[in-house]
């Protein structure tokens, strides 16, 4: 069975930092595209960013209200896909789903993590 | 970046009404547009991708057509588990998705 499970989310203040894991079952991890999503509360889903499988060279792009602030990165020996998140701001409360690329679209979801950024 | 909008941004119908979402992009996205249904507390769930291209164990009353900047989902008969947010997503460049359509009973 594929499955995404992310974990990681918790309350943190603003200014501070997170990292998500989002870990992989089910299919082959080494060669996915992974992206991450997110959903404010009382808002829409937001892509956040993507990393492409490390055989397509392992790059990134970011949507621009995390760029510069948020770093995707992988351990395919570990089936593990990672969001570092730093300079955490309040607007950056939401739940984070990781998804699986297909066809160029967010074939497979986990279910989600909640970050709460809060003093 | 590609802006992405969805009318109408919400619509109340009845079981079995034929309802139309539209989605339109700022720039030219040939294909590729996908569509999702996200219900509360759920993982969103991928319907259409590449405009019109039904994902394996959608039933076929869900329907995705156009290309370039005008796009359609199209629910044939609508049926009681299909109250929920609808959301169009741009994959041609750094991706985006439009602001959803929520799908209300009427």
């Known amino acids: 069975e594929v499955q995404l499970v992310e974990s990681g989310g918790g309350l943190v203040k603003p200014g501070g930092s997170l990292r998500l894991s989002c870990a992989a079952s089910g299919f082959i991890f080494t060669t996915a595209w992974m992206s991450w999503v997110r959903q404010a509360p009382g808002k829409g889903l937001e892509w956040v960013g993507h990393i492409k499988s490390s055989t397509a060279g392992g790059t990134t792009d970011y949507a621009a209200p995390v760029k510069g602030r948020f770093t995707i990165s992988r351990d395919d020996s570990k089936n593990t896909l990672y969001l570092q998140m730093n300079s955490l701001k309040t607007e950056d409360t939401a739940v984070y789903y990781c998804?699986?690329?297909?066809?160029?679209?967010?074939?497979?979801w986990g279910q989600g993590t909640m970050v709460t950024v809060s003093s | 970046d590609i802006q992405m909008t969805q009318s109408p941004s919400s619509l109340s119908a009845s079981v079995g009404d034929r309802v139309t979402i539209t989605c339109r992009a700022s720039q030219s996205i040939n294909s590729y547009l996908n569509w999702y249904q996200h219900k509360p507390g759920k993982a969103p769930k991928l319907l259409i991708y590449?405009?019109?291209s039904l994902q394996s164990g959608v039933p076929s009353r869900f329907n995705g057509s156009g290309s370039g900047t005008d796009f359609t989902l199209t629910i044939s008969s609508l049926q009681p588990e299909d109250f929920a947010t609808y959301y169009c997503q741009q994959s041609y460049s750094t991706w985006t998705f439009g602001q959803g359509t929520k799908v209300e009973i009427k």
């Open positions: 998804s699986w690329e297909y066809h160029s679209a967010l074939n497979i």
């Open positions: 590449t405009a019109s």
